[in-house]
T-cell receptor
Framework: QQQVKQSPQSLIVQKGGISIINCAYE??????FPWYQQFPGKGPALLIA?????SEKKEGRFTISFNKSAKQFSLHIMDSQPGDSATYFC????????????FGKGTLLTVNP | GAGVSQTPSNKVTEKGKYVELRCDPI?????LYWYRQSLGQGPEFLIY????????DSGLPNDRFFAVRPEGSVSTLKIQRTERGDSAVYLC?????????????FGPGTRLTVL
């Protein structure tokens, strides 16, 4: 059973455009939601994270929107750049085992120049 | 400072062989994690160490998989009687404390191919 569902599987955006990646979860015990960025041949790196008591968090060009009632959250990348081309993973952690990251399947983002 | 390092970067083995994958965490990090990433999938949790002890090994798929961290720093993931289905990238991560809210820093992974 996939606990964190991520879409789309792949995304192509023009430079300067907005990239939007969506995730949904079922486990209401999840209480921390990080996003990871992974370049080919590298391990995932933390990009930005949010707790469910906040509806939005912004860091630079990256924004997480969180809808607790719908159990959905999304990553928005504003002014997308070719250097943003990577695979993005949403993830979740539950308070009961607050070390175990549960990842979505990932979204391969390509930003064309 | 240095990040998490993993060796080897690539490992090709034959079905039925034994392999060891090594992880050197960030110096001073007490928590260490192993994940497995299959092609086209997100990483899946395998095991978590706090210090020398395995605090949670619930993600290990079966008893062919075993991991140790004898001195609370370097960890080795051991796979016996490898199967083709074990082919994946094995990722190691470390963090400074036990809280999941502390950033887990990932290494580049070891790509294991079982022929």
């Amino acid at each position: 059973q996939q606990q964190v569902k991520q879409s789309p599987q792949s995304l192509i955006v023009q430079k300067g455009g907005i990239s939007i990646i969506n995730c949904a979860y079922e486990n209401t015990a999840f209480d921390y939601f990080p996003w990871y960025q992974q370049f080919p041949g590298k391990g995932p790196a933390l990009l930005i994270a949010i707790r469910p008591d906040v509806s939005e968090k912004k860091e630079g060009r990256f924004t997480i929107s969180f809808n607790k009632s719908a159990k959905q959250f999304s990553l928005h990348i504003m002014d997308s750049q070719p250097g943003d081309s990577a695979t993005y993973f949403c993830a979740a952690i539950s308070g009961g085992s607050n070390y175990k990251l549960t990842f979505g399947k990932g979204t391969l983002l390509t930003v064309n120049p | 400072g240095a990040g998490v390092s993993q060796t080897p970067s690539n490992k090709v083995t034959e079905k039925g062989k034994y392999v060891e994958l090594r992880c050197d965490p960030i110096s001073g990090h007490t928590a260490l994690y192993w994940y497995r990433q299959s092609l086209g999938q997100g990483p899946e949790f395998l095991i978590y160490f706090q210090g020398t002890g395995a605090a949670d090994d619930s993600g290990l798929p079966n008893d062919r998989f075993f991991a140790v961290r004898p001195e609370g720093s370097v960890s080795t993931l051991k796979i016996q009687r490898t199967e083709r289905g074990d082919s994946a990238v094995y990722l190691c991560a470390s963090s400074s404390r036990t809280s999941g809210r502390d950033t887990q820093y990932f290494g580049p992974g070891t790509r294991l191919t079982v022929l």
